[in-house]
């Protein structure tokens, strides 16, 4: 094997000039893949130090958690350009150093994919994750594949595929098909190529153009189903919706790749991260297979409409981001809360959903605040996202973050009179800034000021840099809606609530006792094990189990409920028979029926214009 391997390089190099070089050149071996690994070989760019540091990412940006790419490396060498090995060892961030880099001709190493790791600890949101399958699927998220030279992140990428010929490579990069089993494609800068997933399988894609957007649709699964058509045509219909609440569209060309995994856990380990990743022109979705796609609308038109922030507004942090020590923007709240806001406001502004609908949404996103702490500002917790806590917290920002937003958005109507919105203010921004223009972080509250008022810099100040709840009685009130904190009724129960998160994939559930009567006998933290003899991973995965779980929220006077929680690290038998408690429901929103005219044009204005 290394004979071969080295003869290779050998051609390879003969044929390169060993004068400086503007760009990585990198070969993907996709077509001869060994115990489940993928080959990668890299030329740098000439480096003028003695030593080089190689950087595989820490995170990518999107995520917001760490993966530690360097823990699915395997094999990894620098060779100068008589073919010999140059010395090589880790930093203490467990990077690559290359001793004599300036030497250095090329790069070699082998990676495991990071969708059946169990081993390496890379716990890595599938979405962002990578995936080689021989001959069938491969998933190249950039990030988890290729590696760089520290300085030199700038610097264009020409990326070449050696593949399995009946396999299609979709992204939203241009991809030159230089023979039946190579294809080409360029990136100018490391940070651009992370941004640009490639995903190769067998070919089932659909492609449709909506106001003047060129969209490919690809789905990749195991078997020779064709559900791509079916995606394209419910993606056509979401599109145009997002398309009149735009007005323009700030993209030509965008791709939303599929992995719709049927449940094989030899190809993917960890099930639980399934969802959506947004990139400039692409988002890159694991699915559960369906052949017509149930659910997709939500996620599919937030992911969609990144393609306003980060892509074209953006802080500095985002646009030259540190791979290898990420510092993360205080603006979380923006590119995440506002598109989540946005998802949710369009298909209001296109009539496609009634107020009601819209309210409802409001609604279930303001309960979550129970989570927060006591004092919260969402500038902090986007800075100190990547901590234990800002994980725990990370959720928030989809459910309170979009609730600021609809607020900000009142705020900004109001200070206006009616003639610009939330929408209407980064339009504003992003003629001054753009995808290759950042902003800097601290001077976002400023920017915004300068192009609507003092007023709305006051709502920024006090209630997302600074700790205050948003004051959600006093801005709904603006448009004709009222805010109710909590009402109280008895109905029967187990008299106890529930904290869920996940944790290393794994849904956990911690109680405390919300009724003097606590039929079972719960203890404040008690940790729940197994509910009627069942996990709570297989509880939430059978039609059984999760008709268990219903009775935690909405029980039959008399229903029985067993379960084994952790108490003080030991495990505790419960059993307990539903009765009358008190539940204590909170933040609801009711719609006036009769608004005054002024509540009424400013709702029109930030729903419809």
């Given amino acids: 094997m290394r004979n071969t391997l080295l003869a290779l390089c050998l051609v390879l190099v003969c044929g390169l000039s060993l004068h400086a070089q503007d760009r990585y050149r990198v070969n993907i071996d996709l077509a001869n893949v060994a115990n489940d690994r993928v080959h990668i070989s890299m030329w740098p760019p000439r480096i003028d130090s003695d030593t080089a ?38 930093s203490v961030d467990s990077q690559f150093v290359v001793e004599n880099a300036r030497n250095l001709r090329f790069i070699s190493y082998e990676l495991e994919d990071s969708f059946d790791d169990t ?40 990326i070449n595929v050696t593949r399995p010929k009946h396999l299609f490579g979709g992204s939203s990069l241009n991809i030159a ?39 490919l649709v690809q789905c990749a699964h195991p078997g020779t189903d064709t559900v791509a058509p079916a995606y394209a045509k419910e993606l056509t219909r979401l599109t145009k919706t997002i398309g009149v609440f735009l007005g323009k569209m700030p993209v030509n ?4 790749l599929f992995y719709l995994w049927k449940g094989d856990k030899t190809k993917v380990a960890n099930p639980g991260g399934m969802g959506a990743l947004e990139h400039g022109n692409s988002s890159f979705y694991f699915l559960g297979f369906q052949k017509r796609p149930i659910g997709l609308g939500e996620v599919a038109v937030h992911e969609f409409l990144h393609i306003l922030v980060p892509l074209n507004l953006h802080s500095e942090e985002i646009e030259y981001f540190n791979f290898r020590a990420p510092k993360m923007s205080q603006h979380l709240w923006l590119y995440e809360g506002t598109t989540e806001y946005f998802s949710t406001l369009a298909p209001l502004h296109d009539s496609t959903i009634k107020e009601n609908a819209f309210r409802r949404d409001i609604e279930g996103k303001l309960k979550d ?40 958005d009142i705020v900004i109507r109001e200070a206006s009179g009616g003639s610009m919105g939330l929408l209407d ?53 603006k448009i004709g809606w009222t805010y109710i904190p909590e009402k109280r009724s008895t109905v029967p129960g187990f008299g106890f609530k529930g904290d869920f998160k996940m944790k290393d994939g794994t849904p956990t559930l911690s109680l405390s006792v919300s009724d003097p009567a606590n039929p079972l006998k719960i203890v404040d933290g008690d940790v729940v094990v197994k509910v009627e003899g069942m996990t709570m991973q297989q509880a939430f995965q059978s039609p059984e189990g999760r008709s268990v779980l219903q009775k935690f929220s909405k029980s039959t006077l008399g229903d029985t409920m ?27 929103i009711e719609i006036d029926a009769n608004p005054t005219p002024a509540q009424a044009t400013l709702k029109r204005a930030v729903f419809y214009e």
């Fill in 53 to 90: 540091l190689v950087v595989f990412p820490v995170t990518v940006p999107g995520t917001y958690e760490e993966h530690n790419w360097w823990k699915l490396v395997r094999n990894f060498r620098a060779i100068d350009s008589a073919l010999h090995d140059l010395p090589v060892h880790r």
């Fill in 253 to 256: 060309n965008y791709a939303f």
């Fill in 177 to 215: 098909r230089i023979s039946d089993t190579l294809d080409t494609y360029l990136a100018d800068t490391y940070d651009q190529l992370v941004d640009s997933p490639v995903l190769y399988s067998l070919p089932d894609t659909a492609t449709f153009v909506v106001n003047g957007v060129r969209v």
């Fill in 369 to 408: 605040q129970e989570r927060l702490p006591k004092e919260f500002s969402l500038t902090e917790f986007s800075k100190d996202v990547l901590s234990v806590e800002g994980q725990r917290l990370y959720p928030i920002v989809y459910t309170y973050g979009a609730v600021n937003a609809f607020y900000l």
């Fill in 562 to 588: 067993s379960m084994v929680v952790l108490r003080n690290g030991k495990e505790v038998e419960l059993t307990g028979v539903a009765v009358m408690v008190e539940k204590i429901d909170k933040h609801f």
């Fill in 119 to 158: 081993t390496s600890g890379v716990d890595a949101f599938a979405p962002a994750g990578t995936d080689f399958e021989a001959d069938s699927v491969f998933v190249l998220n950039h990030g988890g594949i290729i590696c760089y030279v520290n300085g030199k992140q700038r610097v264009p990428f020409q």
């Fill in 425 to 477: 203010v980064i339009y504003r921004l992003m003629q001054d800034f753009g995808p290759s223009r950042p902003f800097e972080d601290d001077s976002l509250f400023t920017l915004i000021e300068r192009v609507t008022s003092p007023k709305v810099r006051a709502y920024l100040d006090k209630y997302v840099k600074g700790k205050e709840r948003i004051p959600s009685a006093e801005i709904l009130a």
